[in-house]
Nanobody
Framework: QVQLVESGGDLVQSGGSLRLSCTYS????????MAWYRQAPGKQRELVAK???????NYADSVKGRFTISRDNTKNTVYVQMNSLKLEDTAIYYC????????????WGQGTQVTVSS
């Protein structure tokens, strides 16, 4: 059974930084594309950043240049470094794993709260 556990969420002032971690347990993380999503109150869940099994990345326009996603397959962990945080980055951040070969299962973590204050 695959489990994703996020950590690192916190209350931070505008302009500050946080690093979120997502620790994966189960079969090899190298078989998964990994991503971070977020959901703010009253809004739909949205993709923040994605990193493929082979290290390619893409970002939401709203976080480009401020967030960096990375993965360490040896530690079964995915990170997102978030710099220059803004009030609108306040949300619950979720880790997502998508298996790249059959069965192409998808998994979600429980989420970690990020609150940016002025």
């Amino acid at each position: 059974q695959v489990q994703l556990v996020e950590s690192g969420g916190d209350l931070v002032q505008s302009g500050g930084s946080l690093r979120l971690s997502c620790t994966y347990s189960g079969s090899s993380i190298s078989l998964y594309n990994m991503a971070w999503y977020r959901q703010a109150p009253g809004k739909q869940r949205e993709l923040v950043a994605k990193i493929t099994f082979d290290g390619r990345t893409n970002y939401a326009d709203s976080v480009k240049g401020r967030f960096t996603i990375s993965r360490d397959n040896t530690k079964n962990t995915v990170y997102v470094q978030m710099n220059s945080l803004k009030l609108e980055d306040t949300a619950i951040y979720y880790c997502n794993a998508q298996r790249i070969i059959s069965p192409m299962n998808e998994y979600w973590g429980q989420g970690t709260q990020v609150t940016v204050s002025s």
